[in-house]
């Protein structure tokens, strides 16, 4: 059996603390747990104006008044087509798991200003706790497609 003895004063055991701080400091600031950037707040959308503005606000020009709004239960648990759809979420920086297990609006207006289409064309926006969760925009028919409701900045 082999033993080892050492000898702390009160101030080597003090640096040493301290130095183990340094430098767990460092590595959390190295590492980047540091937000990169502040999160912006999402819009509190209560009313049909509110929620109007909101997709003007994104560059869509849309009937003032919904062609279809439904509330439908979330699941507890995301499966499919909901994780699918999530996947266009999270490219525009929307995520349903946030909402499981809670009560949804999905609000359809009619999108007049698509480039290239001049009707047929749907803004679908979903609403929990009065703040958007999701959307996309949509047409159906041979020409079909949904594509993300915030459009990438170029």
Known sequence: MLIWT?????????AAVV????VMAALIVLTGRAPAEPEVPLPKLTTN??????????GWAVDPEPIETLQFLLPAELE???RSYNELQLSQGFDLT?????QISRCTYTVTNYPGQAEGVQANLYIC???PVAGDVCSSGAKGFQEPLIQPEE
């Open 80 to 82: 499919e087509p909901y």
């Open 19 to 22: 130095l183990m701080g340094v």
């Open 49 to 58: 104006e509110e929620r109007v503005a909101y997709l003007q606000s994104l």
């Open 129 to 131: 706790e009065d703040v």
């Open 6 to 14: 050492a000898k702390f004063s009160r101030k080597k055991a003090v």
């Open 98 to 102: 946030a909402c499981c297990g809670k």
